[in-house]
């Protein structure tokens, strides 16, 4: 079995998340929003509105292969520097599309993947702050 690179890895956990949401009510209306008005502020890996309540849920994915380190909580990757960055860009993407008054979250979605089984344990943790 050839070896993924970590983009990869990544790659195939937000695909793995989109289906989930798409699977559980959610319109995805943007996948790897950047920043594309002046500096870089960073990226997001889902955007998604859920059909029942309207809200927007902005999703950071993080993925890591079963038996590496942090693999058994793969959120934990989202550090406080992380977390400010994504508020930034959080804001610019309401700004740039008009949606500052639609009620907003950041949730995210911890993916385990077993590469042997091609399997995943998904967690989705919604309403994460620090």
Not at 47 to 74: H, L, M, Q
């Amino acid at each position: 079995m050839q070896p993924y690179s970590k983009s990869e890895i990544g790659n195939l956990g937000e695909k793995i998340a989109a289906d989930y949401l798409f699977r559980n009510g959610y319109e995805i209306l943007e996948t790897n929003f950047q920043n594309n008005l002046g500096y870089r502020v960073g990226e997001l890996d889902i955007v998604a509105r859920e059909y029942g309540t309207g809200e927007i849920a902005f999703v950071e994915v993080k993925t890591r292969k079963k038996g590496s380190w942090g693999s058994s909580n793969p959120e934990l990757a989202i550090t406080r520097a992380k977390y400010k960055k994504l508020t930034r860009i959080i804001g610019r993407f309401l700004r740039q599309n008009n949606l500052e008054n639609i009620p907003h979250r950041l949730d995210a979605i911890a993916v385990e993947m077993d590469m042997e089984t091609r399997k995943a344990k998904l967690r989705h943790l919604k309403y994460i702050y620090y």
